[in-house]
């Protein structure tokens, strides 16, 4: 079975930061893209980040560019979301999310991925 575990959400003052991360296990996922997703309260799922196996290529929702990083770490099958700066409309849940077809490139689409995580609460005050 596939299990994709996000870790590291908490409550953060507004300019603070944090760092999640997605542990994946089940299948190997070194080789498929990967994103991150969020939903804020009474809003719609909506794309955040996402990246390529090779990083290659990536792809950032307008509102976090310049203050969110993704990045990956093929050896430990793991997704990584560094966020900085953050402000109280990144509060959600956050989920992460892979692609299962081999060299897939990153998608914006949510229907894309195909494994998701629980996702982690991610709160920033004002």
């Known amino acids: 079975q596939v299990h994709m575990v996000e870790s590291g959400g908490g409550l953060v003052q507004a300019g603070g930061s944090l760092r999640l991360s997605c542990a994946a296990s089940g299948r190997t996922f070194s080789r498929n893209a990967m994103g991150w997703f969020r939903q804020a309260p009474g809003k719609e799922r909506e794309f955040v980040a996402a990246t390529m196996w090779r990083d290659l290529s990536t792809y950032y929702v307008d509102s976090v560019k310049g203050r969110f990083t993704i990045s990956r770490d093929n050896a430990k099958n793991t997704v990584y979301l560094e966020m900085n700066s953050l402000k109280p409309e990144d509060t959600g849940i956050y989920y992460c999310?892979?692609?299962?077809?081999?060299?897939?490139?990153?998608?914006?689409?949510?229907?894309?991925?195909?494994?998701w995580g629980q996702g982690t609460q991610v709160t920033v005050s004002s």
């Open positions: 999310a892979a692609d299962s077809n081999l060299f897939s490139r990153p998608s914006l689409d949510a229907h894309e991925y195909d494994y």
